[in-house]
């Protein structure tokens, strides 16, 4: 390229220099070096200039070449997309049918395990409340027994100390202190079974409740974002299990 620019102020250098042609703009420049200095020109020229010409002359052709290409690369990205897009589709809806199928196999799970538990429950809350009773009746029959009993030997000890004034208040005292003792027994003991149901009661509902939340958990895990339809009217929360 300095061969060129050298080459091209020589020839400027030619014409500036030419003789001027008298009454007009014109000049005599010596044909051989200015035919010379093209030459070099020429021949300074690198060979890209050639390819660059050829290039701008298949423009158009290379300009529909690519645009016929980007739109062959457009349809294969396009169906490439596609399948892409449909196989993904199609992933999705396994794994959410999968992930259905699992979830509705965990609530039978637990609703199997809560229905178990709530008749256990119920088995154990019946073999309490009948041995509660059990137990109430025969401490209360133990107490009337004990309370009749002391009674008739009150009531015997009075008819034999009748003429004894002090005596027979004293016996009476002591009468009225048995049964009330009787009856403190009696009452204590009945607390005692009424406190030993109502533990087995908390424990058994701490048992359903963590059931019931297993069951609410896996249900709004299920069916986040897309709330299911509870039949035949339902709650939804677990708490029907118990009826």
Known sequence: MYRVFESLDALVTVVEE????????????P????????????EALPGELDDA???????????DDAAQEAEQTRSSARSDAEQMVAEARAEAERTVAEARAEAEQLLAHARHDAERNIAEGRRQYTELTDRATADAERIAQAGRAAHDRYIADGQAEQARLVAQTEVV?????????????ADAEADRLRRECDGYVDAKLAEFEETLTKALR????????LYRGHPAPVPNGRTGTGMDLID
């Open 18 to 29: 030419a003789r001027g042609v008298p009454m007009t703009a014109n000049c005599v420049v």
């Open 31 to 42: 044909r051989g070096d200015v035919l010379e200095l093209l030459d070099d020109v020429r």
């Open 53 to 63: 010409q050829d290039v701008l002359d298949r423009r158009d052709e290379l300009v």
């Open 169 to 181: 208040r004293a016996a009476q005292a002591e009468a009225t202190r048995l049964v009330d003792e």
């Open 214 to 221: 297993t069951v609410t958990r896996g249900r709004s895990h």
